[in-house]
Each structure stands twice: as structure tokens, then as C-alpha cells.
């Protein structure tokens, strides 16, 4: 009677799709993919009038369902040197020459970056075409979430009071807001696990404004919206998680 009972078990899980053989090679399966990645980005709209080319670097996280749709997270950190207008971001605090005396009366010594944050959740589509199995191929995705960047004034010695503290928050223009992103390129998940990438063009569309509300280089209290883009090339290492090794077998 029992194994009347047990088969009878078995043959509900095996007409229900209970049971499968699914590995990355042949299949399109669930799979968990932790990722790190490289762009480099060239600005546009209201960001080009301050900013040049810069980079960024973050984490991000993927969940990869059976018919290759995809959810996730990620957040990148922009840094950058490539600065337009410097001898404007100080303005009134500096000598003709454009330097900064500081309590000892020499110049201080302070350099200029750009840094940026930004943090999505994302969805998007693989189409599996032109790769190795079912799992890899065009990728299609969106963003929404939060965009900050500025000016961020690097001055070590702390010895010009002028940048330091609360007072150099009145010259970084530190701008934050509402933000988009479209990414189109290629995703690979290779047979063997050895080798997962993806690579494409990455576009992104900012609606910010002003976080500080005076200005002090122009005397004046910040207003307005503003309009930011930037566009690059993006690539991703990932570390793909699946339920199980892609060559055994996978039990739901």
C-alpha cells in the first residue's frame, strides 16, 4: 500500500511539472545574478555646462526569472576631474591669480572633482539571440530612482576656513533628484560559469535641483530645475547564483 501511495505521489508531481531536468546550457532557467560595473559617461543638458566625461563604478543585483525577464537594484558612484568654469566655483574668495590664501597667508592647496551618486531599481528582457544557450542574448532594460551629483572641493591641510566646514557646502552645487535609465547591449552566461558578462551603451535622464539653498560664489539664493544627462559605455562582471549547479539536475 505504500508504494502504491508513493507512486501514485510521484506521478502527480511528474503531470504537474513538478519535476525537471533544467541546466544553463539547454534551458532558460532562474538564476540570481550579483554583478560589479565600469562605465564611462559623457554628459549632456544642464550637466555638460559644469561637468566633462567622468567615470563610474557600483554593485547591482539581478533576479532572472524562466522566461528571461529580469528585476533588480543597482547604485553606481561617479568620479571625475574634468571640471568646466573652474575659476567661477569660487568666485569672491579667491586672488586674481585664482588662488586661495589661507591662515598662514600662503595659498591653499585644494583641487576640484566631480563625484555623483545613484541608486535604481530596474526590469528589463533578455532575448535570447547569438549566444551560447537559452540564458544569454540582447538585454533591454529601465531604471527609475534617485540622482545626486557636485563638486566636491578637496582641500587636505584644512587651513583656508574659507572651503572648510559648513562653508564649502556653498560652492559644491550639489544637485539631487528624480532619474532614469535605458540600457541596451548583451549579456553572456557562459556554459561553465567560468565567464559571465554584459556590456552595451548606457543613457541616463535626470530631474534635479538645488539641495543647498545659497549660493555663495554668485551672492545669490539658489533656484530652478534642471535637466541632466549623461550617456556611456557600460560593462558588468557577474557572479551568477543558480538553485542549482547548471549541470545537475533542478527538482521544483
Known amino acids: 500500500m505504500k508504494n502504491i501511495l508513493k507512486l501514485f505521489l510521484f506521478f502527480i508531481l511528474l503531470s504537474s511539472g ?6 544553463v546550457r539547454d534551458s532558460s532557467i532562474v538564476a540570481n545574478l550579483i554583478y560589479a560595473t565600469y562605465s564611462y559617461e559623457f554628459p549632456g543638458k544642464d550637466m555638460a555646462s559644469r561637468f566633462g566625461g567622468f567615470s563610474q563604478v557600483g554593485p547591482g543585483y539581478l533576479y532572472k526569472t524562466r522566461s528571461n525577464w ?9 568620479f571625475g576631474n574634468n571640471l568646466k568654469k573652474q575659476d567661477e566655483i569660487l568666485k569672491g574668495i579667491t586672488t586674481s591669480d585664482g588662488n586661495i590664501i589661507d591662515m598662514s597667508g600662503i595659498y591653499a592647496d ?9 541608486a535604481m531599481s530596474r526590469v528589463g528582457k533578455i532575448f535570447p539571440v547569438f549566444g551560447p544557450n537559452r ?3 540582447i538585454l533591454l532594460s529601465a531604471g527609475f ?13 584644512k587651513s583656508a576656513p574659507q572651503i572648510t566646514g559648513d562653508y564649502v557646502k556653498g560652492y559644491d552645487e550639489l544637485k539631487h533628484g528624480f532619474a532614469t535609465n535605458v540600457f541596451l547591449g548583451y549579456l553572456y552566461l557562459g556554459n561553465s560559469r567560468k ?4 556590456a552595451g551603451i548606457d543613457v541616463n535622464l535626470g530631474f534635479t535641483e538645488h539641495v543647498r539653498p545659497y549660493n555663495f560664489a554668485e551672492m ?3 533656484s530652478g530645475s534642471f535637466t541632466d544627462t549623461y550617456t556611456g559605455l ?3 562582471w557577474i557572479v551568477p547564483v543558480y538553485k542549482r549547479a547548471p549541470s545537475d539536475f533542478y527538482y521544483y
Open 135 to 137: 540564458n544569454s542574448g
Open 110 to 118: 585644494y583641487h576640484f572633482y566631480m563625484r555623483s551618486f545613484s
Open 195 to 198: 565567464v559571465n558578462f554584459f
Open 145 to 157: 530612482g534617485y540622482l545626486q551629483h557636485k563638486i566636491y572641493i578637496e582641500h587636505r591641510s
Open 18 to 23: 513538478a519535476f525537471a531536468q533544467k541546466n
Open 70 to 78: 529580469i528585476f533588480g537594484v543597482e547604485s553606481n558612484f561617479g
Open 234 to 236: 557600460k560593462i558588468g
Open 220 to 222: 545669490k539664493f539658489n
